[in-house]
T-cell receptor, first 112, second 115 residues
Framework: QKEVEQNSGPLSVPEGAIASLNCTYSDRGSQSFFWYRQYSGKSPELIMFIYSNGDKEDGRFTAQLNKASQYVSLLIRDSQPSDSATYLCAVRSNTNAGKSTFGDGTTLTVKP | NAGVTQTPKFRILKIGQSMTLQCTQDMNHNYMYWYRQDPGMGLKLIYYSVGAGITDKGEVPNGYNVSRSTTEDFPLRLELAAPSQTSVYFC??????????????FGSGTRLTVV
């Protein structure tokens, strides 16, 4: 079992729809959870982080965390073609030099 | 404020050659990391450092080496390049803090091909 697993995708949604990206993790000691967006040929860019159970909203993005189920999700409302990218879920411990373990990513395509 | 700067952006190496990938950050981050990303895959940790003079192996360290003589610089050395080292290499940095609540700032990456 991978430490961090994401829906393999690709995921395709029409413009204006809600895109839902999911991630599960195996280490119950994980403390912080991150979503990075990576455009093709570019480096990852941090877009959301969450460390408490529940929802965290930032503009069109909502991160959801359920530590009991070891589950993290990212919702993108009113999806735009510019949201087309690969989304990487990362899990970080508060010990061990703060190393992050990444999932393989889910590629999202938003069709106009 | 440049963030994390990586050089070179592209490089083609012949099998058996060596090279150093440079990484510099100007954010006074203590934590620095080297990851590699193979096509369609996530990021695999090669080496990391929690401060000047302190480095440690990550998940895939074989064939690589690092040093950290200053807070700003964290070069990655490839010795005796092999085709399996063809990949995109990312350097990242982060604040050190309790709770690990800071994400990474990534450099723009180095695309390496070994032929």
């Amino acid at each position: 079992q991978k430490e961090v697993e994401q829906n393999s995708g690709p995921l395709s949604v029409p413009e204006g729809a809600i895109a839902s990206l999911n991630c599960t993790y195996s280490d119950r000691g994980s403390q912080s959870f991150f979503w990075y967006r990576q455009y093709s040929g570019k480096s990852p860019e941090l877009i959301m982080f969450i460390y408490s159970n529940g929802d965290k909203e930032d503009g069109r993005f909502t991160a959801q965390l359920n530590k009991a189920s070891q589950y993290v999700s990212l919702l993108i409302r009113d999806s735009q073609p510019s949201d087309s990218a690969t989304y990487l879920c990362a899990v970080r411990s508060n010990t061990n030099a703060g190393k992050s373990t990444f999932g393989d990513g889910t590629t999202l395509t938003v069709k106009p | 404020n440049a963030g994390v700067t990586q050089t070179p952006k592209f490089r083609i190496l012949k099998i058996g050659q060596s090279m150093t990938l440079q990484c510099t950050q100007d954010m006074n981050h203590n934590y620095m990391y080297w990851y590699r990303q193979d096509p369609g895959m996530g990021l695999k940790l090669i080496y990391y450092s929690v401060g000047a003079g302190i480095t440690d192996k990550g998940e895939v360290p074989n064939g690589y080496n690092v040093s950290r003589s200053t807070t700003e610089d964290f070069p990655l050395r490839l010795e005796l390049a092999a085709p399996s080292q063809t990949s995109v290499y990312f350097c990242a940095s982060s604040y050190s803090n309790s709770g690990g609540r800071y994400g990474y700032t990534f450099g723009s990456g180095t695309r390496l091909t070994v032929v």
